[in-house]
C-alpha cells in the first residue's frame, strides 16, 4: 500500500465526461483534512482509450484511480486482478496500482451503498423484511450484491426490461427474484426498503413511475441518483411519512476505501464534507 508519508500520492478519476464528478472534491478534502501530500485529479478519458490510459498510471507514477460512466465494465478486461467483488458485480470503480506496476480491481460501490444507508438509518438491518430493487444496470448489481451480503433474504427486482431482470436473479441467485415491471406497485405492499437504481428521477429524466400508496410508511425509501438531492420519489416518499436515503451519501462512502487503498487512511464522512459537497450544487 502506497502511504502519502514516504512521497506525494498521485489518484484520480476516469470518466467520459468528468467534468461533474465530485470526487476531487471529496479526496481533496480528504488529503487536506490528514495533512497529507499528494493531488486527485479528474481525467477525461475517451473509452476508446481506456486500456491505453489504465496502462499509462504506473508509468505515470499514479497509485491508482477511480472509473465512472462509462468505464466500470469496460475496465473487467483491462485489469489483471479483479477481486471477487469487482468480479460477482461485473464492474470495477477502484484500480490500485501494485508495486510490480500491475493493476488490481475492486468495486467500493456496495461498501457506500449499506455504509450510506446506516449513516442515514443507523438501526436499518437488511433481514428486516423484503427489498424492492428497481433497475437492472450496473448500479444494480451493487446494490443488490450488497444487500445480499448484508443478510438480505428477499430481494424483488422488477426492471422495465424483464429479460435483464430474469439474467441477473438468475446469475446471483437466492434471494433474488426477478419480478414483471407491471408489478412494481403490487411488489411494495410489505416492503421494509425501496431502492431506485434507474435513471428515472435524474436530472433531465422524467420521474421514476410509480405508485407508493401500497408501502407500509415505515418502509426505507433510497434513491441512489442525486443530481437532484431530492428526486420526486423522495419527496413522495417523505410526503407520506416514510423514512429516505438520497444518494450522495453514497457516492461519499464508496470513496472512503479507495482512498485508504492510495493514501493509508481510511477517512471518515463528516459534518464538513457534507456541507462542502452539497455547496457545490
Same mark, same amino acid.
Given at each position: 500500500?502506497?502511504t ?85 458485480i ?15 480491481g ?16 443507523p438501526?436499518?438491518?437488511a ?18 450484491w450488497?444487500? *445480499?451480503?448484508? $443478510? !438480505?433474504?428477499?430481494?424483488? @427486482? ?6 435483464? %431482470?430474469? +439474467?441477473? #436473479? *438468475?446469475?446471483? $441467485? !437466492?434471494?433474488?427474484?426477478? @419480478? ?6 403490487? %411488489?411494495? +405492499?410489505d #416492503? *421494509?426498503?425501496v ?18 400508496? *401500497? ?28 423514512p ?9 462512502h ?27 450544487f
Amino acid at each position: 500500500m502506497t502511504t502519502a508519508s514516504s512521497s506525494f500520492v498521485m489518484a484520480g478519476v476516469m470518466g467520459w465526461p468528468i467534468k461533474h464528478s465530485r470526487s476531487p472534491l471529496i479526496h481533496s478534502h480528504w488529503i487536506a483534512e490528514h495533512g497529507l501530500h499528494g493531488v486527485y485529479l479528474p481525467l477525461p478519458v475517451n473509452p476508446l482509450h481506456l486500456p491505453e490510459a489504465l496502462a499509462g498510471l504506473s508509468a505515470l507514477g499514479f497509485a491508482g484511480c477511480n472509473l465512472t460512466l462509462p468505464h466500470k465494465v469496460q475496465a473487467l478486461d483491462c485489469i489483471s486482478q479483479l477481486d471477487d467483488v469487482a468480479r460477482q458485480i461485473g464492474a470495477v470503480n477502484t484500480v490500485v496500482v501494485q508495486p510490480d506496476g500491475s493493476l488490481a480491481g475492486t468495486n467500493t460501490d456496495a461498501f457506500g451503498y449499506i455504509h450510506s444507508l446506516r449513516e442515514a438509518q443507523p438501526d436499518w438491518q437488511a433481514s428486516t423484511g423484503p427489498a424492492v430493487v428497481l433497475g437492472a444496470g450496473g448500479a444494480a448489481r451493487a446494490v443488490v450484491w450488497a444487500l *445480499a451480503d448484508a $443478510g !438480505a433474504t428477499d430481494i424483488r @427486482l422488477l426492471n422495465r426490461s424483464m429479460d435483464k %431482470a430474469q +439474467a441477473m #436473479a *438468475a446469475e446471483f $441467485g !437466492a434471494p433474488v427474484k426477478a @419480478l414483471d415491471w407491471d408489478q412494481r406497485h403490487a %411488489a411494495l +405492499a410489505d #416492503a *421494509a426498503l425501496v431502492v431506485n437504481t434507474t435513471t428515472q428521477g435524474m436530472q433531465g429524466q422524467p420521474a421514476l413511475d410509480i405508485r407508493l400508496d *401500497a408501502l407500509p410508511t415505515h418502509a426505507l425509501v433510497s434513491d441512489i441518483v442525486y443530481t437532484p438531492l431530492q428526486t420526486d420519489l423522495l419527496l413522495r416518499a417523505q410526503a407520506r411519512g416514510n423514512p429516505t436515503v438520497g444518494g450522495l451519501g453514497m457516492l461519499l462512502h464508496q470513496a472512503r476505501p479507495a482512498f485508504a487503498a492510495w493514501f493509508g487512511v481510511l477517512p471518515e464522512v463528516t459534518p464538513a464534507l457534507w456541507q462542502k459537497v452539497l455547496a457545490s450544487f
